[in-house]
């Protein structure tokens, strides 16, 4: 059966775990619907695990509409959303419009990174009738400007600017949250103070659901690990081994 937004938001009611992954491809896609995973992501991410570039601030419109139409050929049973690139929502009108191309190219959601600051954008898009997914705690695309990728909610200010924010884009119409490297307990509190479902990364178990990047789950970008992620196969290694198989089996060097 075909995953929805109600769907999802109708999993936090029952108390069910949402699982989500990264999809930049039609195999990957593929294979994650196959392997029931409800809610697919064309994430930014994808600038570093696919492209080469040191962080997402490098990923166009361009690029992502690509690997949304590539995921979308999948014709996913899973609800398949995409990021909003670094400076495509700076503006309410460009985030509307970047909207409505990634939702042409296949997304049935967007996702973009913040809380209050872009609530302008999240709400025309949302009355734009395009589904919204919001991303609060460390923003990725904001790594330059803070340094790194620091954990978020350490210190009460913090910790009150996150709730409030999530309570904003809940209220605002967001279906649902991405947490991403919040403090355990502030995720907790948030997703037990929101109406809607939270989706952590690196931010303890008791978010309404979790989201990786595939590629870390997998092992398929050995070069950098999260702390938080315990890949459950090695593909790195396995690719390598089938290569060095078949090379000496066609008496190559
Ligand atoms: O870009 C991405 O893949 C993401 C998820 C990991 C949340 O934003």
Redesign the pocket.
Known sequence: MKTTVESIRAMKGRGEKIAAL?AYDFPTAKLLDEASVPLL?V???LGMVVLGYPD?THVTIKEMKHHVRAAARAQSQALLGA?LPYRSYDEVDGAVANARQLVAAGAEFV?AEGGREILPQVKAIIAAGIPFCG?LGML?QHVLEEGGYHVKGKQEAEHQRLLADAKLLADAGAFAI?L?LVTPPVAKEISETISVPTIG?GSGPDCDGQ?L?THDLIGAFPWFTPRFVKPKVNCAAEIKLAVAAWKSQIGAR
């Open positions: 990264t992501l994430g930014d991410s997402t990021d996702k991303h990725p991405v991403e990364i989201i990047v």
